[in-house]
């Protein structure tokens, strides 16, 4: 009895401190809550959303460890969580909007800024970090983020419920943050075209628009077996380098698109895919599940030349592309494709094929 005593007068002190030191942080002009855009724990974040005054939304929902969904529909990118998340733990004020500045400051919050949702994993019972019992998700902290300071580094933003907005900014980064709380699906969706791995992959075919002859069909049997057919003449191929396949596969799994095109107007994306076939790349799973980019030639910017100083037709390094189910239209880079657009001959034993 004795003991269990002792405990709890421990725990009631030991709340007590936190309580202190928890009001002494909030004293001084502005309370802390009433500036406090960071996360000091971004890995226990599950979901973020942003919302626009034009009624754009973005949900990024964390499935696994460095794994995000895009509004429940697509993958996120990356690189571009990766930044928010950092720009989420390290924001920090700079300094109070003057009051001179203030009332027009509110007002062009109002009328122009991204409303912030951070959601994070916390628990009904949490004894100081040690006992954490029912976890759940909680709406943790809302803000609005507004335009750019005057000096084009610091960035306007505000607590929900509070009536004083900062400028805020980044340590050690020149500039300002507001652009990485874009309410634009297409910032945030993942540039993939294809993300295979050999052991999954079971069939990739590539048809050549302008060099039909060098088009094919590769089956993988079993990882170590594989078919080479002629999409000419529907024949397989008899003797073909073995090495040269399994690199060949081996390149599928990273390979991306460059940008979106999905801006264009109606009349040029109907100009540009139904112009004459480039290559097409179509690649099946193990799943059944095939994938399919479809390219077509880009016209050569003004001033690129050949080898021999002559105006090129077409940009001998982007192409466009038609990417997921043909539903969007992207920018692909030969740079990236080269990697995986082998003509049939390239696979042929001690036969030097154009790569």
């Given at each position: 009895?004795?003991k269990?005593?002792?405990?709890?007068?421990?725990?009631?002190?030991?709340l007590?401190?936190?309580?202190f030191?928890?009001?002494k942080?909030g004293?001084?002009?502005?309370g802390?809550?009433?500036?406090?855009?960071?996360?000091?724990d971004?890995?226990?974040?599950?979901?973020i959303?942003?919302s626009?005054?034009?009624?754009r939304?973005?949900?990024l929902?964390?499935?696994?460890?460095?794994?995000?969904?895009?509004?429940?529909?697509y993958?996120?990118?990356?690189?571009?969580?990766d930044?928010?998340?950092k720009?989420?733990?390290?924001?920090?004020?700079?300094a109070p909007?003057?009051k001179?500045a203030r009332?027009n400051?509110?007002r062009?919050l109002?009328?122009?800024s991204?409303?912030?949702?951070?959601?994070?994993?916390?628990?009904?019972?949490?004894l100081?970090g040690?006992?954490?019992?029912?976890?759940?998700?909680?709406?943790?902290?809302?803000?609005?983020v507004?335009?750019?300071?005057?000096?084009?580094i610091?960035?306007?933003?505000?607590?929900?419920g509070s009536e004083?907005?900062?400028?805020?900014?980044l340590p050690g980064?020149?500039?300002?943050?507001?652009?990485?709380y874009s309410?634009?699906?297409e910032?945030?969706?993942?540039?993939?075209?294809?993300?295979?791995r050999?052991p999954?992959i079971?069939?990739?075919?590539?048809a050549f628009g302008?060099?039909?002859?060098w088009?094919f069909s590769?089956?993988n049997i079993?990882?170590?077996g594989?078919?080479?057919?002629s999409e000419?003449?529907?024949?397989?191929?008899a003797d073909f380098d073995?090495?040269?396949?399994?690199?060949?596969?081996?390149?599928f799994?990273?390979?991306?698109?460059?940008?979106?095109l999905?801006d264009?107007?109606?009349?040029?994306?109907?100009s540009?895919?139904s112009?004459?076939?480039?290559?097409?790349?179509?690649?099946?799973?193990?799943?059944?599940?095939?994938?399919?980019?479809?390219?077509?030639?880009?016209?050569?910017?003004a001033?690129?030349?050949?080898?021999?100083g002559?105006p090129?037709?077409y940009?001998?390094?982007?192409?466009?592309?038609?990417?997921?189910?043909?539903?969007?239209l992207?920018f692909?880079?030969?740079?990236?494709?080269?990697?995986?657009l082998?003509?049939?001959?390239?696979?042929l034993?001690?036969?030097?094929?154009k790569q």
């Amino acid at each position: 009895m004795k003991k269990n005593l002792s405990i709890i007068i421990v725990v009631i002190i030991l709340l007590c401190i936190a309580i202190f030191l928890v009001l002494k942080s909030g004293s001084g002009t502005y309370g802390s809550g009433m500036q406090d855009f960071a996360v000091s724990d971004t890995t226990n974040i599950t979901k973020i959303f942003f919302s626009d005054k034009k009624n754009r939304n973005i949900t990024l929902t964390r499935v696994n460890e460095g794994i995000w969904r895009l509004n429940e529909k697509y993958m996120a990118r990356k690189e571009g969580v990766d930044i928010m998340l950092k720009t989420l733990l390290n924001i920090s004020v700079k300094a109070p909007v003057p009051k001179t500045a203030r009332n027009n400051v509110i007002r062009r919050l109002a009328a122009k800024s991204v409303k912030v949702e951070i959601y994070q994993r916390v628990y009904r019972i949490d004894l100081f970090g040690r006992v954490q019992l029912f976890p759940h998700e909680k709406l943790t902290k809302t803000y609005y983020v507004g335009d750019v300071a005057q000096d084009n580094i610091g960035t306007f933003m505000i607590i929900e419920g509070s009536e004083e907005p900062f400028i805020t900014y980044l340590p050690g980064f020149r500039g300002f943050v507001s652009s990485r709380y874009s309410t634009l699906e297409e910032d945030w969706r993942e540039h993939i075209i294809f993300h295979h791995r050999l052991p999954d992959i079971a069939n990739v075919k590539i048809a050549f628009g302008d060099n039909p002859e060098w088009s094919f069909s590769l089956d993988n049997i079993d990882n170590r077996g594989f078919k080479l057919i002629s999409e000419v003449s529907s024949q397989p191929v008899a003797d073909f380098d073995t090495a040269k396949v399994i690199e060949f596969l081996g390149s599928f799994a990273n390979i991306r698109f460059e940008a979106f095109l999905n801006d264009v107007d109606k009349a040029k994306r109907d100009s540009i895919t139904s112009s004459r076939l480039f290559y097409q790349i179509s690649l099946t799973d193990r799943t059944g599940k095939t994938f399919i980019v479809t390219t077509f030639k880009k016209q050569a910017p003004a001033g690129q030349m050949d080898n021999q100083g002559k105006p090129l037709a077409y940009d001998h390094e982007r192409m466009f592309a038609l990417v997921n189910d043909n539903k969007d239209l992207v920018f692909v880079q030969f740079f990236v494709l080269d990697h995986i657009l082998k003509p049939l001959p390239y696979f042929l034993k001690n036969v030097n094929s154009k790569q």
